[in-house]
Antibody, heavy 117, light 107 residues
Framework: QVQLQESGPGLVRPSETLSLTCSVSGASIKSYFWSWIRQPAGKGLEWIGR???????NYNPFLKSRVTMSVDTSKSQFSLKLTSVTAADTAVYYC????????????WGQGILVTVS | DIQMTQSPSSLSASVGDRVTITCRSS??????LNWFQQKPGQAPKPLIYTATTLQSGVPSRFSGSGSGTEFTLTISSLQPEDFATYYC?????????FGPGTKVDIK
């Protein structure tokens, strides 16, 4: 059974760096792409970007200058760093697995609320 | 970026009703259109990918259609567990983008 679990601080100070990790079980991290998506309270979904096991990335241009994603295949984990955060970055952050054939995020973590304050 | 719109933004329906949600993209996404269901406090659940293919385990009362720039999600007979918010997403072009959502609630 594929499972994803986000971890990291729930509170980040303005101007600092948000750092989250997603731990993957039940699937090879080498066979898919891995995405981050966020959702401010009461609002819609925003795609942050994705990373392949090779380290290749695609970022949303809206956040590109502040985002870095990385992957650790030995630990079956991938990570998100978002620099210079503001209150507008307060959201539930989801990690997800993406299927290369269909380009769809088919398994999602439960989400982690990150508050910038 | 490809902009996604959904209509209606919300609807009220009864158990057993047929419900249709429309999603439009600002440019063609061919068939790379996905649908998700989200309930309060939960992660989005994948329902349909490549416009028409049902994700494993999703009930057959859900169906998707369309290609290019116009797509629909249909629930043939609404069940109590279907009251939720539905999002479309294009995965044709980076950045992937979501529609604003359609909230389905009880009439």
């Amino acid at each position: 059974q594929v499972q994803l679990q986000e971890s990291g601080p729930g509170l980040v100070r303005p101007s600092e760096t948000l750092s989250l990790t997603c731990s993957v079980s039940g699937a090879s991290i080498k066979s898919y792409f891995w995405s981050w998506i966020r959702q401010p309270a009461g609002k819609g979904l925003e795609w942050i970007g994705r990373i392949y096991s090779s380290g290749s990335t695609n970022y949303n241009p809206f956040l590109k200058s502040r985002v870095t994603m990385s992957v650790d295949t030995s630990k079956s984990q991938f990570s998100l760093k978002l620099t210079s955060v503001t209150a507008a970055d307060t959201a539930v952050y989801y990690c997800a697995r993406g299927d290369n054939g269909y380009n769809m995020e088919d398994y999602w973590g439960q989400g982690i609320l990150v508050t910038v304050s | 970026d490809i902009q996604m719109t959904q209509s209606p933004s919300s609807l009220s329906a009864s158990v057993g009703d047929r419900v249709t949600i429309t999603c439009r993209s600002s440019q063609t996404v061919t068939i790379y259109l996905n649908w998700f269901q989200q309930k309060p406090g939960q992660a989005p659940k994948p329902l349909i990918y490549t416009a028409t293919t049902l994700q494993s385990g999703v009930p057959s009362r859900f169906s998707g259609s369309g290609s290019g720039t116009e797509f629909t999600l249909t629930i043939s007979s609404l069940q109590p567990e279907d009251f939720a918010t539905y999002y479309c997403q294009q995965s044709y072009s980076i950045p992937f983008t979501f529609g604003p959502g359609t909230k389905v609630d009880i009439k």
